[in-house]
């Protein structure tokens, strides 16, 4: 592999055994790819993969623990980045960055954020300040060139109305657009963007792909990015790395990396030994030595999946949904995709409309004995009020008929056992005393509380 | 239309009234007793009880009209003020604005004239004119300058930079011990030691710059703190070259390019032929300190069109982000360090000359604190505003002497100058409340592309050290 990696003379950046360590934490285990020269290459992964950290690596803004980063530029010189300070990286190998909250000089105006980017040319041409302080007119030159620089990009962004308005002034996107026009001004060969699209809605979504698709066609300047909007990911990028638990665990174009079972598993956030499993049990269909309660949670799972990704098509690679599958599937895979991807990041993907399966007769008896069709009344008691049980929680005890707190509190020892099968908890509802609280809460009757907060990041 | 008028006066006086008695009432029910009755002992030792009546009577009165007043008039009139003028107070206050700086150099290039001007006319004489102008511009006008030149200098580290650095002072001492002890020990001129002055101010700027470079906001403040604590320190106890607290004396005063300002016949004076008086060396550093202070400024505002100028405020914005755009950041706290400590050291220099004395107790971390509340009060990064807070506050505390009727209020062993501390804090606590940015909140853009258009103080920051 990693002599495949330096074989390679059209990687702009090759990235090779790399590790990052904080304490006892592992954020990136031993990681190698590669990006190529005027391409886009994603960095994709759940939440705490390590892609940050990856790109704080790559600008200097981390010392990796192990490792070699090499940048080659056009001209043919090689950078090892790790050995650099993060200044030195954007002014001698020429990588730019953005950051995942934007960093714009917010109380100075548009062209100023842009000029300040153009800081180590300036700097050059004003003689260090002090030919530019007596007014040579070399500076006064590449004054007005970097202005001209400057209303380049900006035109390129749609912002030159708004070149004299302060940058904390201008909406998201525009900020998201100027940042990386400003990063831009500094004359990368490989930029480096995270999360570009975070908080854009589709119109600006799509007018960004247009501007990286141009950069890279224009200016022949190579894109490193991370970002979970699988619209932009998979529309604009020419390779795609995904990793999980700071491990690579997919490398390709986007196409392939679509198709990657891991992938599916890594990104809806199951472990993947787990859903390797589930899927050699269904290619093996038929072994059925399963409890009817796990068999309608990997029903479930399976529909949760195909809900949040059509386009992955899981159904596909396990086929007949509803027969036997999986021999310890967890619910871990019904509630991950809310679970692990958080609201905002996960936009890019449709969320799934959610119809709480009814337990049907069938299933009925192997999951809790009190289970109701439906709330009575059409309105369910506000489970979160129990300490512990979160929205996600909430809505999997819906869906298993569970919607009151007398049902919590008239739960027995085996009803906990199951409960606890579909939570994914073990002892967590004895610890937490679910039933006391219960109890609590339905003998407080309907005396409205407030609404719980916290869960729901 | 005239009806609706007429009733919605009526009732807003109604209201007036009404709470114009409740006023009344409160305020008798509060200050009966307080203000009603008074303890008096007579010549027996016996406590005695008196009834002041008439007095209780003017606070009631006072109370219930003001608040009638309150309601009745000036509320109304300020919420129609506010409504109908809004726009045009904006306009002419731009216009206003614009020509401030140019009105504001005017009057400082022409001050000591106008000053003996005015006393010529006042005291009949042109003596007395002169003699009577040396309190104006030696306290007011150099005084308010070196101050100003000082928040100047700092607004480069504080201002632009947002490096919060409390020990400022110790750079003018740089400065002031420099041209002290060099002019004496050596005889070297002034003019040889101001920009020497300037250069061993600024090294010792980047000496404290190395190590603190690391640290920021609060702790940045406490080391800078020390450091100017510690030179203050070395400066009373390195007896063998300061002479410690008795600190150095007979320093020699400036000269104009060679011509000494003393009365002999190669005096100033003598050589045009003028009539003898202290007044014209005053009148001279006057306009010494008026240009430091101005080159001060000049050099600001190129600066800020500098690259560098830019990196500063962009490193107050944000570090990290100046980082990624390959700014280095160590250098660039440093010549904003090194900036305003050469200014200081320049106004430590002229200082030594002014005084012909300096001392340890001139260098006290009080200086530090002032000359930053001037930068802060002023509105960090706006020299006008700097200008405006120096000539309010430390103008503010000279005139304080002034106030000899405040003796008649007060009664004679009242001396106001001992208050200025305190009034200082109370004028801190009003501007901050009511300009929480500072007088000239805004920021000028340094570059524009259509229009320069003033940044809002809401968007900008002070930085985080």
Known sequence: ?????????????????????????????????????????ALIGPNGAGKTTVFNCITGFYKPTEG?????????????????????????AKVARTFQNIRLFSGLTVLENLLVAQHNPLMLSSGFTVLGLLGFPTYKKAAADAIEKARFWLEKINLVDRADDPAGDLPYGAQRRLEIARAMCTDPELLCLDEPAAGLNARESAELNKLLLDIRDETGTSILLIEHDMSVVMEISDHVVVLEYGTKISDGTPESVKNDPKVIAAYLGVEDEEVVELIEQAEAAGVDDITAAVDLLSTEALHEIEEAHPEMAPTALIPATGTPKAKRARTAVAGAPAAKTAPGKSRGAPTPARTPVKPT????????????????GGKADKLILIQGIGPVNERKLNEHGIFHFDQIAAWKKADIIAAEIYLDFDG????????????????EGRTPAPRKTGGAK | MADTQKTGRESVFAKAVKEGLLAAALALGLFSLIVGFRTDQNIRNELVLNQRWGLLAIFVLVAGVGRFLLTAYITPWNVARNKNKRAAVEREQSTFRKSFPKIGLGLLLTYPFLVILILTAYNGSIMGGLQGSLKYVDNFGIQILIYVMLAWGLNIVVGLAGLLDLGYVAFYAVGAYSYALLSTHFGLSFWLLLPMAGIFAALWGIMLGFPVLRLRGDYLAIVTLAFGEIIRLVLINWTVVTKGTFGISGIAKATLFGIPFTPGPTGFAALLGLPNSGVYYKIFLYYLILFLALLTAWVTIRLRRMPIGRAWEALREDEIACRSLGINTTTTKLTAFATGAMFGGFAGSFFAARQGFVSPESFVFLESAIILAIVVLGGMGSLVGIAIAAAV????????????FLKRIFGNDFTPELYRMLLFG?????????KP?????????????????????????????
């Open chain 1, 68 to 92: 070699m980063l090499t940048m080659t530029r056009q001209n043919g010189e090689e950078y090892l980045l790790e050995r650099m300070a993060d200044f030195v990286i954007t002014k001698k």
């Open chain 2, 426 to 434: 109370l004028a801190m606590i009003v501007v901050m409340v009511w």
């Open chain 2, 393 to 404: 506050m430390i103008g503010g505390t000279e005139l304080l002497r002034e106030l000899e």
């Open chain 1, 1 to 41: 592999m990693v002599s495949e990696v330096h074989n390679n003379p059209a990687a702009i950046l090759r990235v090779e055994r790399l590790s990052m360590k904080f304490g006892g934490l592992i954020a990136i285990n031993d990681l190698n790819f590669e990006a190529k020269r005027g391409a886009i290459t």
């Open chain 1, 428 to 443: 967590r509802i004895a610890r937490e005393d679910w039933i006391g609280q219960a109890k609590r809460l339905a003998r």
């Open chain 2, 437 to 465: 940015r500072g007088f000239v909140g805004n920021r000028e853009p340094s570059a524009f592309l259509h229009k320069r258009k003033m940044v809002s103080s809401e968007f900008t920051k002070e930085g985080h050290g």
């Open chain 1, 361 to 376: 007769g069938a299933t009925k008896a192997g999951v809790i004995s009190n289970a109701l069709p439906e709330p009575r």
